[in-house]
C-alpha cells in the first residue's frame, strides 16, 4: 500500500484484485515518491480515510469530488471537509447554505469538519487522493481517477439503493458507470462560488437523498 498506509478491511477484501495489478502499482510508486520529495497533503494515514470512516457495507451515500485542499491543514482524505479548526472553505460554505435553505440546519461555520457525515455513512470521496501543496491538480491523470472509479463501479455493481451526489461536471463523468436502475443519481452544478448560482442552490438534493433512504427502508443522514 501507499507508503504503508492501510485501508479498511472491507474495501481492502474488494479491492484486492484493483490493488495487484501493475497499474495501482504504478501509482503506488508515484505517490510514494511524491511524499518523499515534496509536500503532499493529506497526511499519509489520511489518504484513505474515506473509506475508513465509512465501510462498504455501510455506505448510503456517496458524494464525488476532485482532488483534496492543497493549503496547509485543510485536507484530511474527505473531499468538501476540513480539519477541525479549520474554516469551511468557499464550496463548504456554499454547501451549508444549501443545507440550511433545503432542511433548516444551521451549521457551525468555523467547523468545516465533515466526519461525522462519513460515519454515517456518506463516501466523502475525492476522484483523486492526493495533491502538491499549493499546486491544485497536481496528482491528476496519475491513476488516482480509475483507482476511485473502480470504488464507484464496485458499489453500483455491488449494492442497491444508494444515492450518488454529483456536483459539477468533473463528478458528473463518474455517472455513466452507475447503474441508475439501482441506484439514485442527483446532478446539480458545483458548489463552487463560481457556478452554485447555476443550479447548486435549491437543488435540494439532502431532502432529497433523506426521502429516497426512508423509501428503502434506510436511516436518514443527520446532515
Not at 511524491?34 to 480515510?49: D, G, H, R, S
Amino acid at each position: 500500500m501507499i507508503m504503508d498506509v492501510q485501508i479498511e478491511e472491507s474495501w481492502q477484501k474488494i479491492l484486492q484484485p484493483y490493488f495487484d495489478t501493475d497499474e495501482f502499482k504504478q501509482l503506488a510508486d508515484f505517490v510514494r515518491n511524491e511524499y518523499l520529495t515534496a509536500t503532499i497533503y493529506p497526511e499519509p494515514k489520511n489518504v484513505f480515510n474515506a473509506f475508513n470512516f465509512t465501510p462498504f457495507p455501510e455506505v448510503k451515500v456517496v458524494i464525488i469530488g476532485q482532488d483534496p485542499y492543497h493549503n496547509p491543514g485543510q485536507a484530511h482524505g474527505l473531499c468538501f471537509s476540513v480539519q477541525d479548526g479549520v474554516k469551511p472553505p468557499p464550496s463548504l460554505k456554499n454547501i451549508y447554505k444549501e443545507l440550511s435553505s433545503d432542511l433548516n440546519v444551521q451549521k457551525d461555520t468555523d467547523d468545516g469538519n465533515l466526519t461525522d457525515w462519513a460515519k454515517q455513512g456518506v463516501l466523502l470521496l475525492n476522484s483523486v487522493l492526493t495533491v502538491r501543496k499549493n499546486n491544485a491538480g497536481s496528482h491528476a491523470n496519475k491513476g488516482w481517477e480509475k483507482f476511485t472509479t473502480e470504488a464507484i463501479k464496485q458499489l453500483s455493481d455491488n449494492r442497491e439503493n444508494l444515492v450518488f451526489l454529483l456536483w459539477g461536471n468533473y463528478a458528473k463523468q463518474k455517472g455513466t458507470i452507475i447503474d441508475k436502475t439501482k441506484h439514485l443519481i442527483l446532478e446539480s452544478a458545483h458548489p463552487s462560488p463560481f457556478s452554485a448560482y447555476n443550479g447548486f442552490f435549491d437543488c435540494h438534493h439532502f431532502s432529497q437523498v433523506n426521502k429516497y433512504l426512508v423509501k428503502h427502508n434506510q436511516k436518514e443522514i443527520n446532515w
